[in-house]
């Protein structure tokens, strides 16, 4: 079975941590008091002690001095970068040593300054640098999660190259989505980068980066997609109290980029036990079937009745046949679409029944279909 630990809980916010290295006693507490009323920050009058203190904890910002006795700022940055290549690093330079400067660019430094600072510079630059460095750390936790789902699934497929039915094919969904999924991720993080750094006040920048924020929230709320579908194949469910119509609001928003086709209404607080993302994979299967089949509205409707919890999902696509409506929830497995697995509701038929609720199907007046799912009432 899949081994993988569970993803701790987010840590309290805490203030950035600054690293400051120079032999001078000056600069290395000017800065030090400039800095302390928003950062965490420690001093190092020599490179070698620095890096130790870089080899223990994990800083946002480190700026250091090119020039200093037994081991300079460019060496220091070289050793340094070896230890942590996402901390945004600052060196400080003197006028006459800007082509040390510029090597230090080369080798990773993602900025200088020059000695004597002019203070406003310099907290800005700092603030900028610690906000980049947490997005790029929080990137690449997102990337080694991904990357170890990754590798996971690889290892139950080889051990259960037998296996099939509906786990097997949710391990092969975790598959195949990771690697574009990656790529998503990717991408989208370097034209934030890109767009972040361009002139700010500008409606169509501002545009950009707040389409590139939402594509960045979908691919995080991928991710979990993608575990809720590993943990499927493992029989490891784990069961929540959650707000039925939320859900449904912020699937349509995630994953339909809030498409005026798709209506939620209904009752709001209306909590159900279960788990979320297998009902948020039974809206996404549902809706993405009736948009395929020409619908021009999909309505979701959450509504208490007798006790349970109702969420009914009507469409006025094309429908189905009286055949089709009496076989599509129905093993084996059959499809309805040309190009289709019919995977999909069966996998809406599975979950459905793991949580009480089963699956209906039925015509709608007028053309379309009609799913309904009845929730048990909640438990504590």
């Known amino acids: 079975m899949l081994e993988v630990a569970p993803t701790p809980p987010e840590a309290p916010a805490t203030r950035p941590k600054v690293l400051i290295v120079d032999d001078e006693l000056g600069p290395r507490e000017s800065i030090s008091y400039l800095l302390q009323e928003d950062f965490d920050v420690q001093t190092a009058d020599r490179v070698d002690r620095g890096l130790e203190l870089i080899a223990r904890e994990s800083f946002a910002v480190v700026i250091m001095d090119i020039r200093m006795p037994q081991k300079n700022g460019i060496q220091g940055l070289e050793e340094l970068r070896r230890l942590d290549s996402e901390v945004s690093v600052i060196m400080l330079t003197g006028y006459g040593a800007l082509a040390s400067a510029q090597v230090a660019m080369s080798l990773g430094a993602n900025e200088y300054l020059k000695k004597p600072f002019d203070v406003e510079v310099m907290l800005q630059t700092v603030h900028r640098h610690a906000r980049l460095t947490i997005e790029r750390k929080k ?37 195949d989505i990771c690697n574009p999924l990656v790529v998503a991720i990717g991408y989208t993080n370097m034209l934030l980068d890109e767009a972040r750094h361009l002139p700010t006040g500008q409606p169509a920048i501002d545009r950009m980066i707040q389409y590139a924020e939402t594509l960045d929230k979908c691919a995080s709320f991928c991710l979990h997609l993608a575990e809720s579908w590993r943990q499927t194949t493992r029989h490891a469910r784990e069961v929540e109290h959650f707000d ?73 696509g094309s429908g189905f046949t009286p055949e089709g409506l009496k076989t599509i929830l129905k093993k084996p497995v059959e499809s309805t679409k040309s ?36 929730f048990p009432p909640a438990t504590a």
């Open 139 to 175: 990137r690449s936790g997102l990337f080694k999660q991904l990357e170890e789902m990754y590798e996971s699934v690889k290892r139950e497929q080889k051990k259960n190259q037998l296996q099939a039915g509906y786990g097997q094919a949710a391990a092969e969904m975790v598959h």
């Open 339 to 374: 190009h289709g697995t019919g995977l999909g509701l069966t996998i809406c038929r599975h979950i459905a029944t793991a949580h009480n609720a089963g699956l209906n199907a039925e015509a709608r007046p007028g053309g379309g279909t009609v799913f309904t799912l009845s």
């Open 244 to 316: 039925l119509f939320a859900t449904a609001a912020e699937t349509k928003n995630v994953l339909f980029f809030d498409s005026p086709k798709i209506e939620i209404s209904g009752v709001t607080g209306a909590v159900v036990n279960g788990v979320r993302y297998d009902i948020v994979r039974i809206l996404q299967n549902l809706i993405k079937n009736a948009l395929e089949a020409g619908a021009s509205r999909v309505t979701v409707n959450i509504r208490p009745a007798g006790g349970r919890t109702i969420m009914t999902i009507a469409d006025n």
